[in-house]
């Protein structure tokens, strides 16, 4: 496609730009007309339609510029121009169309040859049975149930007396669709090599013919009669002579290849389809005449060509998905049976499922988030062991205890006032320190005699402060336990409540996947097809590595896996990597086909993007 774009923009360098400025504001609509179809049949998109209409409007330049306007250049160089203009756009548009359709030829190839028999026996299944039976219904002269039962013993007997194990039977149930697939293969296989040559000679069309010669600001002005119809007598400046020979002959040249390819047509009115010399040149009309009828017998001719590889394409989707819609079909059948059956318990299952999931939702995910929200925005804790009274109440308890009993052992110690208060604040100061070794010195000699000292003693009491003492050793650690969770709160609420979102994302992306299906085939497949065509690309050029000389069929093979590879780049995921892969296509493109070395290396960087077939599937 590059090098019909570069024909294009060769040809409009042949003239200067007071050519194209005279046809946009020339009074004559013709000029006018002739300027909008340029511009138009030099778009990449352009259509095999809007090449007809450009030539249609061919024959009205022959009276164009009559009206006593002098102009830089005559209407026959316009109309020169805009013939093979045309040219290079039916070429462009032919070769475009060409490789839209191989994608689906070469689809179709790919999927005869990685049928498995055995399965293509049992999809051909009904449809072999149906015309076994029109066959025999429809037939003149019918076999009798006899010959038919003599004809089903005698294939069986065969098949019992050969076969030795399962892979000879199935060998032997599949010999005719392992050579219906091998046929399907070889028609596929031809109809993709014709056009890999018609692909060959398009592109070898653009970029070998060109317009070799000298332009209009090198070239000696030849002065043309204006034929102004006001008998002016005026003169216009024309395209040298020398030019318009080389553009007759590279319309001639188009045209020709074009006839040869497809058309199959005699030259129009006794003219040569050879190239033409500067002498003897055909008259433009005619070569405009001939260009149109090669247009005009494009679609027929590609129609016949796909006509022969469609009669051998992917089957039909009752074909191939008879056996999966019959037994869905059953299998759904027998689960509406088994819901009209279980109707009310059905209905409760479901009930009671959505009430889980919003419970689910509630608890592990919304909850959750409340609680961070209110840490972060309020600061209120959420994990508590126990209340900030607790421990200090059960210390000042602990701490009157043990005052208590000192006083009731040793009452002369708390006799005086001043000494008494102060002994009691010592007391508390180190119970609050978790000290109650006084207590523990009166518990030593208690349990010396512990039956007296039980009864007639202080040693229950002891024994009470003392469980008194765990308690409060044990509402320690946990207030320690608390002030560590306060201060993690928040990381304890993000591990609570991020394995519940992933997990529920997960499920949710798995679920809307398989409710969406597959839409195109996946990143790994994506990249598997590419390495493939860059496979293909790389061995066309391997081939013409020291010779640079392409020949048709493999300049064809070259250009069909490129747009190959341009198509399952345009299905890549990421954008970058779309990008870069587009970028060094274009350069394989950018390159003459002398240039071999120059396209490897692309090859090669392509293969060496670690990013690129690195990133995720």
């Not at 005279?22 to 609509?29: H, I, K, M, N, Y």
């Not at 609680?371 to 309020?378: L, P």
Request: net charge neutral; hydrophobic share 45%.
């Amino acid at each position: 496609m590059a090098s019909f774009a570069k024909a294009s923009d060769h040809l409009n360098g042949l003239f200067d730009s007071q050519f194209f400025r005279e046809l946009s504001e020339a009074q004559d609509s013709a000029l006018r007309e002739a300027a909008h179809l340029m511009r138009q049949v030099e778009s990449p998109n352009v259509t095999l339609s809007c090449v007809t209409d450009a030539l249609h409007s061919c024959s009205r330049l022959e009276t164009a510029g009559a009206n006593g306007t002098r102009l830089h250049h005559t209407p026959r160089d316009a109309q020169l121009l805009l013939v093979a203009q045309c040219c290079v756009a039916a070429a462009r548009a032919v070769l475009a169309e060409i490789l839209d359709g191989v994608p689906s030829l070469a689809d179709t190839q790919n999927y005869w040859e990685q049928k498995d028999p055995a399965w293509w026996l049992v999809q051909s299944l009904p449809a072999r049975a149906g015309s076994f039976a029109r066959s025999i219904v429809f037939s003149p002269a019918a076999p009798s149930l006899a010959t038919l039962r003599e004809l089903v013993g005698g294939v069986v007997h065969e098949v019992t007396g050969e076969v030795r194990s399962l892979n000879k039977l199935m060998w032997m149930l599949t010999r005719t669709q392992r050579g219906e697939i091998e046929e399907h293969v070889r028609v596929l296989r031809q109809q993709f090599k014709a056009f890999v040559q018609l692909v060959g000679a398009l592109s070898h069309l653009g970029n070998s013919v060109t317009v070799t010669a000298t332009t209009t600001e090198s070239a000696p002005a030849t002065a043309v009669p204006d034929g102004g119809g006001d008998g002016g007598g005026g003169t216009s400046v024309g395209a040298s002579e020398h030019l318009r020979a080389a553009l007759l002959t590279f319309i001639e040249a188009y045209v020709g290849r074009m006839e040869e390819l497809w058309c199959a047509l005699p030259p129009a009115d006794g003219a040569s389809s050879s190239a033409v010399t500067q002498g003897s040149p055909p008259p433009v009309l005619d070569l405009s005449r001939r260009l149109q009828r090669c247009v005009l017998a494009w679609p027929s001719f590609y129609q016949a060509q796909c006509m022969v590889a469609r009669g051998h394409g992917v089957p039909s989707p009752l074909t191939r998905l008879w056996l999966p819609v019959t037994v869905g079909t059953v299998a759904v059948w027998r689960a509406v049976s088994a819901v009209a059956r279980n109707q009310e318990s059905l209905v409760e299952f479901w009930l009671d499922a959505a009430a889980t999931t919003v419970r689910f939702f509630n608890q592990y995910i919304v909850a959750p988030l409340q609680r961070m929200y209110d840490t972060i925005r309020y600061d209120r804790a959420q994990f508590r062991l126990m209340g900030r009274e607790v421990l200090r109440s059960d210390i000042e308890s602990l701490q009157r205890m043990v005052v208590d009993l000192q006083r009731d052992d040793n009452p002369a110690l708390f006799a005086a006032d001043d000494s008494g208060d102060a002994l009691v604040e010592e007391l508390r100061m180190q119970v609050q320190e978790g000290d109650i070794s006084m207590v523990m010195r009166k518990y030593e000699q208690y349990i010396k005699r512990p039956w007296r000292a039980l009864v007639f003693g202080n040693m229950l009491r002891s024994i009470l402060i003392q469980i008194q003492k765990g308690k409060v050793d044990l509402e320690t650690a946990t207030s320690a336990l608390d002030k560590l969770m306060r201060s993690n709160e928040l990381n304890f609420q993000i591990f609570a409540v991020v394995p519940t979102i992933l997990i529920t994302w997960y499920v949710m992306s798995k679920v809307r996947a398989l409710l969406r299906g597959r839409r195109g085939a996946s990143a790994a497949a994506v990249r598997v097809a590419i390495r493939r065509q860059l496979r293909e690309v790389e061995r066309v050029l391997n081939a013409h590595y020291d010779n640079a000389s392409f020949d048709v069929e493999q300049e064809g093979l070259l250009v069909v896996h490129v747009s190959l590879l341009r198509k399952w780049a345009g299905r890549l995921e990421r954008r970058g990597d779309r990008l870069r892969l587009v970028e060094d296509i274009d350069e394989i493109e950018s390159f003459a086909n002398v240039q071999v070395a120059q396209r490897m290396n692309v090859v090669h960087r392509i293969r060496h993007d670690s990013q690129f077939w690195d990133a995720p599937s």
